[in-house]
């Protein structure tokens, strides 16, 4: 395997790790989901800042269309949380595979394969699963937030990708200043204890923070299917928190969804690899 798409992979699982505490975290902070959303961003936007060591450049129409859907997702993604169930707002928002792969075919140019639909599809069916016994009607509302959310989430994605020959962190960044003045009225509405404040700095500075720095880092090197296939790892880690945190065990449908899960995507990997050794010893040979 190429030695940065080897990284990539690897920024791509922490990536996830990271992503994964965001449910609980929320979940546990009491303030307003816009003030939420719009503290976690600032924090994260400082942590980005040291790490470009240089301006901001608000130019560019794919960065710029790419920064407002990373917004968007953050902003969907809390108020989803706020309005449905964790499992709900996740299994919603990784509806995103889909609509990365129609994305793909219309933007990128990228002809998702065989490999890639049978991928999705398990996944898709592994997810089910795993919330099974959790996914309930809710609320309406935060629902269909939480669909907006995986929309917006493929839009991420797409245009990162249109976007590879830039900053990808700078673009993320830009989202996050977006979401800091959208949330910044909301401030004022109430004072956030102290636990909640420091729930805030482990999200802006971990969960969204490091882990968007890596994840921007690595799409140069992924592909599009790949760079939201892989990150999916994210709700099934979900359970694991509740068990640590709760003692509340997976279910038997849990378990099996989580193996599909997993399954499915070290399959595709591997298969994605062995098929490019054979193309680089085909084209060698020719």
């Not at 994605?157 to 909301?186: C, Q, R, W, Y």
Request: glycine share 8%.
């Amino acid at each position: 395997m190429d030695k940065n798409r080897k990284k990539a992979m690897i920024y791509l699982i922490i990536t996830s790790v990271l992503w994964s505490i965001g449910g609980l975290f929320i979940k546990l902070i009491d303030w307003n989901p816009l003030a939420i959303a719009g503290a976690r961003s600032g924090i994260a936007a400082v942590i980005m800042l040291i790490y470009l060591k240089q301006p901001v450049k608000f130019s560019g129409k794919f960065k710029l269309l790419g920064s407002c859907s990373y917004a968007s997702l953050l902003i969907l993604f809390v108020t989803a949380n706020k309005l449905t169930t964790s499992a709900n707002a996740i299994l919603l928002q990784f509806t995103a595979p889909i609509w990365v792969a129609l994305f793909s075919i219309w933007f990128l140019k990228e002809k998702p394969q065989n490999s890639d639909w049978i991928t999705i599809i398990l996944v898709m069916f592994g997810m089910l699963l795993l919330f099974i016994g959790d996914l309930r009607s809710g609320n309406i509302v935060g629902n269909f937030v939480a669909i907006l959310s995986g929309i917006a989430m493929a839009g991420m994605v797409i245009f990162l990708k249109l976007h590879v020959d830039g900053s990808p962190v700078e673009m993320t960044l830009i989202g996050n200043i977006i979401v800091f003045a959208i949330g910044f009225p909301f401030f004022f509405k109430s004072v956030p204890n102290f636990n909640s404040i420091l729930g805030l700095l482990i999200l802006g500075i971990f969960q969204l923070g490091i882990s968007y720095i890596l994840y921007a880092t690595s799409i140069k090197y992924v592909s599009a299917i790949e760079a939201i296939l892989i990150p999916i790892i994210e709700p099934l880690l979900n359970p694991i928190w509740v068990f640590l945190f709760t003692g509340e065990s997976p279910g038997i449908y849990g378990i099996i969804g989580g193996a599909i899960v997993i399954a499915s995507i070290i399959t595709r990997s591997l298969y994605e690899e062995r098929k490019n050794i054979l193309s680089k010893k085909n084209f060698k040979t020719n």
